[in-house]
């Protein structure tokens, strides 16, 4: 199958989504959401379940109407085309195969509502099953096949019709941990190598930071960030972000002091000195510190430019050693790679040294 | 679901449809269907009943009630109902809480589910035929075991025994379930916390069985209350019921508006034991809160004498129903039962010279009524499990509606509407089959939903995000994956297009009649031999399609993977 000639883009103006509920009145499940799909890309929408991630995808798939706002595919505004006129192709979190086809049947479904020739057909279906690797399997029943080769078919069935958006809900949440990264890969290089223009729905960060060209993060209703995993992960725009994306300590601070580039701030009890950090605040301001568990050092005992600590417990995991250690009180979760990675024992006295660079300072009451 | 999505932008009629156009047409073509066939007949009904030369008067009303005669009707319609209910729910659950528990032989649970089978599938007469036969005047064992002179069978007694025996097996039905879904554990579970057998029984299996019991009472109640054949045979003058007496009105003194008020009085109870059932019924299941379903050990729940017991009942019960049947055959075939048992086929003959006509009209009913009424099942059934539109619940209510209803109030409603212009319907086969396909879908609405909430609804979705209409998603797969219950629909309308009265002895005509006319016709004309023979046919028939129904849904289960359908027969 060849690569998607002139993909185009999707964009979610000012949309809303609200219900009426019995109890609570009006609920928004997403409210002034914006988003822009570049054409070729695949974007991915990321957030705890009920952050709005699962109505957004579905209003622009066309099962759910917008309360406010539109949906344009291309430079064709949809927000009033049905589902069937939008020229997608959607795969399910429960795969959602036709229970009553066989494989064939179900991915030949599309083409067969496209009126296209038998010939046409069989070869278009031949050369999707061959590329998901499920050549051979044409007669069998759904209901007949493994969790991993459902999700095949599926992927088969929303490709085979050259969809102009490729839109996927959570397909590998029902898949083993192995599977699902393979899988993962697979979507990926498909999608490279066909080109369609791709919206993702996960609420596992590993998952799209591993396959996302851009990452869209929700929470309650409302986009919070948009940007690459790197940008997501060294610069989270809030305390909610930096929490989700990757594991993270937060350390409370105040500010002492601004000047070229440098901020000087009391944390764990401590001056320290941070280099380009960006912050408007003013001195006394309190702030979070998202320092990663990789960026903090330990040495065996308090050396300059490290504040005493105490390791509370160990985790060996072979290629790198976790460690929970107390400072001034506070609990740091703190990532040691190399050979000497698990020296520490618990209750040893060490020395940790915060990062001085790349550090995001967040104003406290931020969330 | 508790939530609505709230839609700006439009107004009016376009606001309460979906967008979807096929959709929007198939939602106003039932309803336009449903405004006819059952919301007209019952408005038309109370028009005729309440108001004369324009103005609204609750008057015939009182008349009718300050009659002693139709008071006393109500009254024996009502106590006739909850003995019914009751009895009719002791025997269901007696034989449910056999079969379930005290692992009874394969022949025997066999036996059984004939036994609770033939009740449901015959025409209405059979059982109270068979109670003629069996302890009428002439009667097997009133005259000639007993040597009874001149028995009398007819009163309250007998048309409690035969209405009890009809319908306890609705009550096993839907006991069955309830029992098997309690499951043994929790039975173990309380005797291995040192209860007694009978006190397991009475403070865990008993108080688990609360809701099933009261649903129980109550379908019975209501199938009593609107039962019309049996008292019509056996109930005799003593004992005047209200359907029997509306028909008479109707029937014996042409009074119309007479039998319309009587009807009304039918109606009030019914509707409010329909309100019953839905409101306290159908929401309290405890079952479900037991977690996870493990093995089920055999239970230890009976105590061996009581065991032996309960089969010996639930046998017994059985026993006499197939003997019941076998007097009916036996009684086909013999030249006058009780007279003279010389054999014979002429009742046969008679069935298929005299009755000939009334076989045919029945058949071409039953078969043109037997598609359009699956379909109209699975078609209501999809919109109201899965359409979003306003008025969704009050289609669900008025698809209802007929069934709940009493067949005679249904029948006298029809007769109201469609006798006269603007739409005459009097004297056709329409009108017939229209009566069966509103009255009798309701099973197939019910099966429809029911299998609709376990096929997810991104399989639709899925469908029209490869771009089909929401009629091809319909047709291609919806409808593919809802079969079953198009079947299961169509063979309930099948069974009562072939067996009901109630509602049709209104409808019948000179240019179409019905089998269970003429046994009606031949049990007051005292010709019990063809009337047997036609009860013997009708059974046959019935039998044999719905064995070939229910084969074609073993082999859709097996294609399917396993989806679970309540008996066919239940409806």
Known sequence: MDSVANPVGIRLTGMDVKFHHRVKGEVYAARDVNITVAPGELLTLLGPSGCGKTTSLRVIAGFQKPSAGTVHIGDRDVTNVLANDRDIGFVFQNYALFPHLNVFENVAYGLRVRSQPQAVLEASVGDILRMVGLAGYERQMPHQLSGGEQQRVALARAIVVKPRVLLFDEPLSNLDAKLRVSMRGEIQSLQKRLGITTVYVTHDQEE?????DRIVVMNQGRVVQVGTAGELYRSPASIFVAGFIGRTNLLPAVIRGAAGGRLTLDIVGTAHTLDGAQTDLGSGSKVQCVMRPETIGLTPESAPGTVPGIVRSRTYLGEKTEYTVEVSRQQLFVVQFGADAERFAPGAAIGVALPVSGVQVLSGDQS | MAEAETRPGRVGLAAMLPRDPA?????????????????YPLAALLMRAFVADGTFSLEPLLQVLAQRQHRVALVNSLILGALVGVIGTTLGFLVAFTVSRAELG?????????????????????????FVFSFGPRGLITHDLLGLKAANVYGLYSTL???SLTYFPIAYLALRPVLSAIGTNLEDMAFSLGSSRWRVFRTVTLPLCVPGLANSF???????????A???????????VLPTEAYLQITGMFDLKGGAVL???????????????RQWVARGHYVTISGKAGPQSAGQGLSPSARWLLIAASVLLGLFIVYLYALLLYASVVVA????????????????????????????????????????????????????FAGRRAMEMASMANYALPGTIVGIAYLIAFNDPPIELAGTALIIIACYIFRYSPTGIRTTVALLQQIDKSIEEASLSLGARSFTTFRRITLPLVMPAFFAGLGVVFIRSMTAISATIFLVSIGWSLITVRILENMTELSLGPAAAFSVFVIVIVMAVTSLIGLLLERMKASLGDTSLSGMAAG
């Not at chain 2, 959709?23 to 039932?30: E, K």
């Not at chain 2, 109550?218 to 019309?228: P, Q, R, W």
């Not at chain 2, 008292?231 to 004992?239: D, E, H, I, S, Y």
């Open chain 2, 218 to 228: 109550l379908l019975l109640f209501a199938a009593s209350l609107a039962d019309f």
């Open chain 2, 337 to 388: 039962f009780g007279a003279n048992h010389a054999l014979t086929l002429g009742h046969y003959k008679v069935v298929f010279t005299d009755g000939l006509k009334a076989i045919k009209d029945t058949l071409i009913i039953a078969f043109i009524g037997m598609p359009l009424g699956g379909l109209f099942g699975v078609l209501v059934g999809y919109l109201v499990a899965r359409g979003e």
């Open chain 2, 106 to 130: 394969k022949g025997w649970v066999r036996l059984i589910d004939i036994a609770t089978l033939l009740p449901l599938i015959s025409p209405p007469f059979t059982t109270s035929i068979a």
């Open chain 2, 230 to 240: 049996t008292p019509l045979v056996l109930a005799g003058n003593a004992f005047p």
């Open chain 1, 208 to 212: 799209a930071m591993a396959i996302s």
């Open chain 2, 161 to 163: 025994a035969a209405e």
């Open chain 2, 23 to 39: 959709l929007a047409a198939a939602i106003l073509v039932i309803w336009a269907l449903l405004a006819l066939f059952v919301i």
């Open chain 2, 263 to 277: 009807s009304f009085v039918l109606l009030v109870p019914a509707v409010l034991v329909f309100l019953a059932q």
